[in-house]
């Protein structure tokens, strides 16, 4: 599932052509979204009710954190009556331009969700940048994250893919 998750990822990173998406993290992830919706569907992983749902709220009651992450692929509890931990495929954190310490905060908010919510994969996406930040990465699922830099230069898109070292 990881690699079908990044190669997902790269195919979308690389839709969003528009220069003025670049340049905010809110309008790249309106547009990154839309691209991975679109991803997603037509390589069929969208299948028996999971979604794709941007910035939606884990609740303390249901979820045991306060978080919004940017964007998650699950089947929500309310439709399935499963578990909340159960039915969570992908979480992705968008970061514009992150600094080794907003790098770092994402990374403790993706471990909480493969901790406590199970998710099999998280990406770490650093929008508008060259480090994908996978050295600085040091927390307990190594295997479950991915780490990518993502930028755009004379109309051309850019990526630098990581894999923190204990998963590499």
Same mark, same amino acid.
């Given at each position: 599932?990881?690699?079908?998750?990044?190669?997902?990822?790269?195919r979308?990173?690389?839709?969003?052509?528009?220069?003025?998406?670049?340049?905010?993290?809110?309008?790249?992830?309106?547009?990154?979204y839309?691209?991975?919706?679109?991803?997603?569907?037509?390589?069929?992983?969208?299948?028996?009710?999971?979604?794709?749902?941007?910035?939606?709220?884990?609740?303390?009651?249901?979820?045991?954190?306060?978080?919004?992450?940017?964007?998650?692929?699950? $089947?929500?509890?309310?439709?399935?009556? =499963?578990?909340? /931990?159960?039915?969570? @495929?992908?979480?992705?954190?968008?970061?514009? *331009? &992150?600094?080794?310490?907003?790098?770092?905060?994402?990374?403790?908010?993706?471990?909480?969700?493969?901790?406590?919510?199970?998710?099999?994969?998280?990406?770490?996406?650093? $929008?508008?940048?060259?480090?994908?930040? =996978?050295?600085? /990465?040091?927390?307990? @699922?190594?295997?479950?994250?991915?780490?990518? *830099? &993502?930028?755009?230069?004379?109309?051309?898109?850019?990526?630098?893919?990581?894999?923190?070292?204990?998963?590499?």
């Open positions: 599932m990881i690699d079908k998750i990044v190669a997902a990822t790269e979308a990173l690389r839709a969003v052509a528009e220069p003025r998406f670049w340049r905010t993290e809110r309008g790249f992830q309106g547009r990154f839309c691209a991975l919706q679109q991803v997603l569907d037509s390589e069929g992983l969208l299948p028996d009710g999971r979604i794709l749902e941007m910035e939606y709220q884990k609740g303390w009651c249901r979820h045991g954190m306060r978080q919004r992450p940017d964007i998650v692929l699950h $089947i929500p509890t309310e439709e399935s009556n =499963a578990a909340p /931990y159960e039915n969570n @495929f992908a979480v992705w954190a968008l970061k514009r *331009a &992150a600094t080794l310490t907003e790098a770092s905060d994402d990374f403790e908010k993706l471990d909480q969700m493969f901790d406590r919510l199970r998710y099999p994969v998280g990406v770490f996406v650093n $929008i508008a940048a060259t480090n994908h930040f =996978a050295d600085a /990465y040091n927390g307990r @699922f190594p295997r479950r994250l991915r780490t990518v *830099a &993502a930028s755009r230069a004379a109309d051309r898109i850019v990526t630098a893919w990581g894999v923190p070292k204990a998963a590499a």
